[in-house]
Every structure is written in structure tokens, then in C-alpha cells.
T-cell receptor, first 113, second 112 residues
Framework: NAGVTQTPKFRVLKTGQSMTLLCAQD?????MYWYRQDPGMGLRLIHY???????AKGEVPDGYNVSRLKKQNFLLGLESAAPSQTSVYFC????????????FGPGTRLTVT | KNQVEQSPQSLIILEGKNCTLQCNYTVSPFSNLRWYKQDTGRGPVSLTI?????NTKSNGRYTATLDADTKQSSLHITASQLSDSASYICVVSSFTGNQFYFGTGTSLTVIP
């Protein structure tokens, strides 16, 4: 039981490049989330999914796209990376029923130069 | 505006001492309040989750309290250990569309 895993752990991109971050969970959770964490700020929700095939925008969705083709995977895409997207990205998952405990992945540190 | 504010921003305590972290929020409608521990370079780990009707919840040496009337919560750490050094994050969720409001965290350092 690996919990929530994220790939890759680190990445450096040049402005304008694209990439996909992969999140996988083996707990059969319905809900999955992508957050970004920046110094001096709380985690901010980018996109989330309440089930396979469904996604929704969070607080800061601009510049990102997501897909949930399989229940266990949630992908975050950056089509044209910008320096403002330099951040640590966390994925989380949880059941749709109480106690609503979110399990977080270890994070992906992305630098855009 | 829905906000979560934590205090203090940072705290240094001696090993073995107790401490209390504060969280004030303005989120409405309220669903639940969570406390997370985040070690440097790692993802947050859940400590407690409290709904409107709960006013105290414990997890080992961690005890969280919630006053839904004043919209305040606290996290009390008893007999601190060096491994308690971390950032502690308060998160309030709203019934409105899977919305989560994160505080910026309290950075706790426990020194021997």
C-alpha cells in the first residue's frame, strides 16, 4: 500500500516548455486534488476531481489542465510553463464520505527558468 | 471573505514543554476544520479533523479544540519532542463546492 505517489519529484523547465505531473493513489479514493505551495502562502487548490472522468477548477486554475481517466490517477499538465509556476505541487486524495481525511503525496518541486 | 489566520507564525520551545497554536477563521458555511503537520520537504499529514459538533479531539500528544461560535481553534502539543519540529497547518473546509481554505502555518522548532 503506497498511499499517494507523485512523479517526478523534481523538474526544471524552461519558459514555454510543457510537462505532465502524475499522481497515483492505491486507496480507492473518489476525490483527488492538486495544490501548489509557495513560500509565505498557504496551499492553494488548482483543480480537483470528485470521480473518474470529472474535473473542476479550484482557486488558481489558470495555466493548468487536468485529467482523471482512471480512478487511481490524476494528471496535472502545464502546456506552456511560466516562471510564476515555479512552486511545489502536492497531490491529495480522500474518500467521499466521513471522516474526509486527505492523504497527501510527497510533492513535486518544479522550477521554471 | 473566507480566510484562515494562524498564530504565531513561528515558535521555538524547549523539548518537553507544552505549546498551543491558534487558528482563527471566517469561512462560511463551515464543514470541518483540520490540523496538519508538515515536515520540511514532505507532504502534510493529517492530525485531527473536527466537525461543527465536536469541540475537542486528540491524537496522541496532540489535542485540538474548536469553538464554532467564535470561529477559533487551537492545537495543543504536550511534552514536545524534537520530532515535533515542523509546520502546523490549519485548514477549514466549506460545504460550498469542495472548497478548502488553508492557513499559512505555524513553524514550530523544538530545541534540546
Amino acid at each position: 500500500n503506497a498511499g499517494v505517489t507523485q512523479t517526478p519529484k523534481f523538474r526544471v523547465l524552461k519558459t514555454g516548455q510543457s510537462m505532465t505531473l502524475l499522481c497515483a493513489q492505491d486507496m480507492n479514493h473518489e476525490y483527488m486534488y492538486w495544490y501548489r505551495q509557495d513560500p509565505g502562502m498557504g496551499l492553494r487548490l488548482i483543480h480537483y476531481s470528485v470521480g473518474e472522468g470529472t474535473t473542476a477548477k479550484g482557486e488558481v486554475p489558470d495555466g493548468y489542465n487536468v485529467s482523471r481517466l482512471k480512478k487511481q490517477n490524476f494528471l496535472l499538465g502545464l502546456e506552456s510553463a511560466a516562471p510564476s509556476q515555479t512552486s511545489v505541487y502536492f497531490c491529495a486524495s480522500e474518500f467521499s464520505s466521513p471522516p474526509y481525511e486527505q492523504y497527501f503525496g510527497p510533492g513535486t518541486r518544479l522550477t521554471v527558468t | 471573505k473566507n480566510q484562515v489566520e494562524q498564530s504565531p507564525q513561528s515558535l521555538i520551545i524547549l523539548e518537553g514543554k507544552n505549546c498551543t497554536l491558534q487558528c482563527n477563521y471566517t469561512v462560511s458555511p463551515f464543514s470541518n476544520l483540520r490540523w496538519y503537520k508538515q515536515d520540511t520537504g514532505r507532504g502534510p499529514v493529517s492530525l485531527t479533523i473536527m466537525t461543527f459538533s465536536e469541540n475537542t479531539k486528540s491524537n496522541g500528544r496532540y489535542t485540538a479544540t474548536l469553538d464554532a461560535d467564535t470561529k477559533q481553534s487551537s492545537l495543543h502539543i504536550t511534552a514536545s519532542q524534537l520530532s515535533d519540529s515542523a509546520s502546523y497547518i490549519c485548514v477549514v473546509s466549506s460545504f460550498t463546492g469542495n472548497q478548502f481554505y488553508f492557513g499559512t502555518g505555524t513553524s514550530l522548532t523544538v530545541i534540546p
